[in-house]
């Protein structure tokens, strides 16, 4: 089975080959199956990736980089950062309905959730969403797993669909600060299989036209991704751009 990379100039090509995936996680699969437009292209063509089950997780492998370890999401240990809780404070206290357009590796859901949001995760990349499906499977903390709903979909196709306080987008973006503040690797591999998200401008357009607050997490040196933010957190290293709207039209 091959999934095609999003988000990418090329597309077209497959990047990801699947081991063992539908006999070794028939629900998952078949969840991926229904749930998305899982591509499957045909089988055997040799791709860099290959997402297979070592030691009862789904991993990535990288075949360019044979020493590495295959990569799989693990939300348990994730480490809350310290300092003041900006994403938090950006989705705003009221808030108990979150939308996660950008779900990526899955950290600032699991973040939201701990604090007792519900989040529906959306991610449009098939590899990474099968990651991170895996990742909220194995997760020991039962009652925040089930605060999150994963859907994998490009969240232009369900925004507006579900009802929410607020949308979050945190889409790539390049930065030096960035690579610093996270895991290199999982931005790096995220980034090899989704590509650049070159319509973030327009997927930001369309969440403040269906919800009242949005919020957008950016490089704190990157230009917002839309002129009229109505106020920002800034930390130091990333920024949050909170947008709030009445209607569509800014507040
Ligand atoms: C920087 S990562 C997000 C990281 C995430 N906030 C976390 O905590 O791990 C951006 C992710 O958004 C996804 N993405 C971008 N545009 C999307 C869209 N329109 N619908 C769904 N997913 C999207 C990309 O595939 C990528 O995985």
Redesign the pocket.
């Known amino acids: 089975m091959v999934v095609p990379a999003?988000?990418t100039s090329n597309a077209a090509l497959p990047l990801v080959s699947i081991a063992n995936f539908e006999a070794r996680a028939p629900d998952l699969f078949d969840r991926l199956r229904r749930d998305t437009s899982l591509a499957v292209a045909g089988a055997g063509p040799a791709t860099r990736f290959v997402l297979d089950y070592h030691a009862a997780r789904l991993c990535l492998v990288d075949r360019e980089a044979p020493r590495t370890r295959p990569f799989h999401v693990d939300l348990d240990r994730r480490a809350d950062v310290g300092g003041p809780d900006l994403l938090r404070r950006a989705i705003g206290r009221g808030a108990r309905r979150v939308i996660?357009?950008?779900?990526?590796?899955?950290?600032?859901?699991v973040?939201l959730a701990r604090r007792g949001l519900d989040v529906l995760a959306?991610?449009?990349?098939e590899a990474?969403a099968a990651l991170l499906a895996d990742g909220l499977s194995r997760m020991a903390d039962v009652s925040v797993r089930r605060r999150i709903e994963l859907v994998c979909?490009?969240?232009?196709n369900l925004l507006g669909s579900r009802d929410a306080d607020v949308a979050y987008l945190?889409?790539?973006y390049d930065s030096p600060q960035r690579l610093k503040s996270k895991p290199r690797r999982?931005?790096v591999l995220?980034r090899e299989?989704?590509g650049e998200?070159a319509?973030?401008a327009d997927?930001l357009a369309l969440a403040r036209q269906r919800y009242r607050r949005v919020v957008v997490?950016r490089a704190d040196k990157s230009p917002p991704l839309a002129g009229d933010v109505h106020h920002a957190h800034r930390g130091r290293t990333v920024r949050y751009d909170v947008y709030i709207d009445r209607g569509g039209i800014p507040a």
């Open positions: 999003h988000g996660d357009a950008t779900a990526g590796f899955g950290t600032d859901a973040h959306i991610e449009r990349c990474i979909a490009d969240a232009t945190d889409p790539m999982a931005m995220a299989l989704a998200d319509d973030a997927l997490k």
